[in-house]
């Protein structure tokens, strides 16, 4: 009896696996033209911009003709 109950056992844990196995191969994109247009557009200048704006240094800040801050 304690046999049956391993096979048992083993095989829910089996269809189990294969239950998780099938369900994270359906949440993945089979569509590859999707990820390459994601791809695309996270190249595109609007979506660099805010990156670059962080990026860039600060300018230094104005003078006037005695070489003084202007406030």
């Known amino acids: ?8 056992v083993a095989v829910l844990i ?7 196995v099938g369900l994270q191969r359906r949440r993945q994109p089979d569509d590859h033209v999707d990820s ?10 609007q979506a660099r911009r805010p990156t ?4 860039k240094p600060p300018e230094p ?3 006037d003709d005695d070489g003084h801050d202007v406030p």
């Open 36 to 45: 390459f247009r994601r791809q695309i557009d996270a190249l595109s200048p």
């Open 61 to 63: 800040p104005a003078a």
């Open 1 to 8: 009896m304690s046999t049956g109950l391993v096979i048992l």
């Open 52 to 55: 670059i704006g962080t990026m």
């Open 14 to 20: 089996a269809a189990l696996v294969i239950v998780v």
